[in-house]
């Protein structure tokens, strides 16, 4: 807790000197932050929409973080769970009657979507011996130019090809949202969902142990008769099988349509979510909620304050550091007490 507040207070520090010296005021700053994300019951819902793919990215990141990989590639994940997502719903658009069970169809093809291009990543790294981080960073690229090119190609709107992406689906195809709460009650159920399940996986099944065996000592591991690659692709399917789903929520609850910028880049965000949450489930959701909140928060910046809305990316790269700089600062101490020598308290007496 110590080390949470130390934190805190290092950023709120060092936000707080950038925006003076931005001429900027910081308390009428952080007061737009809070009224932009939490200010009414529509920017609530609004921030909410965010944490939902945010978390399910933020889940499947964790079952490669366990075995120690970097899934950069959870970014076109998304994509390609969205693309799937959007040929699934396209398919049955004749008949929009059947919409629950299109949607149904669209969150399998999604997740399975999402596997399949984590588990292309997961074969470069252990049968071809790519590094997992620049094989990630080369499928988002080649993710990216798919939705474009379907977005411009086979699915561009009737007549035209239009940046705003494809033909926006019918309203039977959407997850739709009581016009009270705003929110789709079925994407915060499957948000919950990935929680409780990636949680009871990672702590209290042979998938959960297994995958900390490996990544902490693939060669022991491999010694007890466990398949370290395997158990790597095993984990990339997990990531990219959540991270497609959220593709599909972004298609089916939020944009009702493929768009080119369909991530969000909540894939690396979701990153820092893992990272500043020390990779512990249970601290995921709020601080999650917190990015979200920065996230649509700085939205209100530029209106308000004439503030770049980057602010809330300099807060979360900001807390990211600090936490990271904590435990290198814990580690030398650990490290610096391991190697002082031990002395008895006889030798101190004498």
Same mark, same amino acid.
């Given at each position: 807790?110590?080390?949470?507040?130390?934190?805190?207070?290092?950023?709120?520090?060092?936000?707080?000197?950038?925006?003076?010296?931005?001429?900027?005021?910081?308390?009428?700053?952080?007061?737009?932050?809070?009224?932009?994300?939490?200010?009414?019951?529509?920017?609530?819902?609004?921030?909410?929409?965010?944490?939902?793919?945010?978390?399910?990215?933020?889940?499947?990141?964790?079952?490669?973080?366990?075995?120690?990989?970097?899934?950069?590639?959870?970014?076109?994940?998304?994509?390609?769970?969205?693309?799937?997502?959007?040929?699934?719903?396209?398919?049955?658009?004749?008949?929009p009657e059947s919409g629950a069970v299109l949607i149904v169809l669209s969150l399998a093809a999604s997740a399975l979507g999402g596997a399949l291009w984590a588990a292309v990543a997961g074969f470069l790294k252990t049968k071809g011996?790519?590094?997992?981080?620049?094989?990630?960073?080369?499928?988002?690229?080649?993710?990216?130019?798919?939705?474009?090119?379907?977005?411009?190609?086979?699915?561009?709107?009737?007549?035209?090809?239009?940046? %705003? +992406?494809?033909?926006?689906?019918? #309203?039977?195809?959407? &997850?739709?949202?009581? @016009?009270?709460? $705003?929110? =789709?009650? /079925? !994407?915060?159920?499957?948000?919950?969902?990935?929680?409780?399940? %990636? +949680?009871?996986?990672?702590?209290? #099944?042979?998938?959960? &142990?297994?995958?900390? @065996?490996?990544? $902490?000592? =693939?060669? /022991? !591991?491999?010694?007890?008769?466990?398949?370290?690659a395997r158990l790597m692709v095993l984990a990339m399917l997990f990531a990219g099988g959540f991270a497609g789903l959220a593709g599909n929520l972004q298609v089916t609850a939020v944009y009702h349509r493929l768009i080119p910028a369909?991530?969000?880049?909540?894939?690396?965000?979701?990153?820092?979510?893992?990272?500043?949450?020390?990779?512990?489930?249970?601290?995921?959701?709020?601080?999650?909620?917190?990015?979200?909140?920065?996230?649509?928060?700085?939205?209100?910046?530029?209106?308000?304050?004439?503030?770049?809305?980057?602010?809330?990316?300099?807060?979360?790269?900001?807390?990211?550091?600090?936490?990271?700089?904590?435990?290198?600062?814990?580690?030398?101490?650990?490290?610096?007490?391991?190697?002082?020598?031990?002395?008895?308290?006889?030798?101190?007496?004498?």
């Open positions: 807790m110590q080390d949470v507040l130390l934190t805190a207070a290092v950023v709120f520090l060092f936000t707080t000197l950038l925006l003076i010296a931005s001429d900027a005021p910081p308390l009428q700053a952080y007061h737009q932050l809070f009224l932009g994300s939490l200010g009414s019951w529509a920017k609530f819902s609004q921030v909410v929409k965010v944490w939902i793919p945010l978390t399910l990215c933020a889940c499947g990141l964790l079952f490669t973080f366990r075995i120690g990989l970097w899934n950069i590639g959870v970014e076109g994940q998304v994509m390609l769970g969205a693309v799937f997502s959007t040929w699934a719903l396209r398919a049955g658009s004749d008949s011996g790519v590094n997992e981080i620049f094989a990630g960073l080369g499928l988002n690229f080649v993710a990216q130019g798919i939705v474009l090119w379907l977005i411009f190609g086979p699915w561009k709107q009737p007549g035209v090809a239009s940046m %705003s +992406g494809t033909e926006t689906f019918p #309203t039977e195809l959407w &997850l739709s949202a009581p @016009a009270l709460l $705003r929110i =789709p009650p /079925a !994407a915060l159920a499957i948000a919950a969902a990935a929680l409780v399940a %990636s +949680g009871l996986i990672l702590h209290f #099944t042979w998938i959960g &142990l297994y995958l900390k @065996a490996v990544g $902490r000592n =693939p060669g /022991a !591991a491999f010694l007890y008769g466990l398949k370290p369909i991530s969000s880049n909540y894939g690396y965000l979701a990153l820092l979510v893992v990272m500043l949450a020390n990779y512990n489930i249970w601290l995921m959701a709020p601080v999650a909620l917190f990015f979200a909140c920065l996230n649509v928060g700085s939205i209100q910046l530029p209106m308000m304050l004439h503030l770049d809305s980057s602010l809330g990316g300099v807060i979360q790269g900001a807390l990211v550091l600090a936490t990271l700089g904590m435990h290198g600062w814990r580690q030398i101490k650990s490290t610096r007490a391991a190697d002082r020598p031990f002395i008895s308290p006889f030798e101190k007496g004498g």
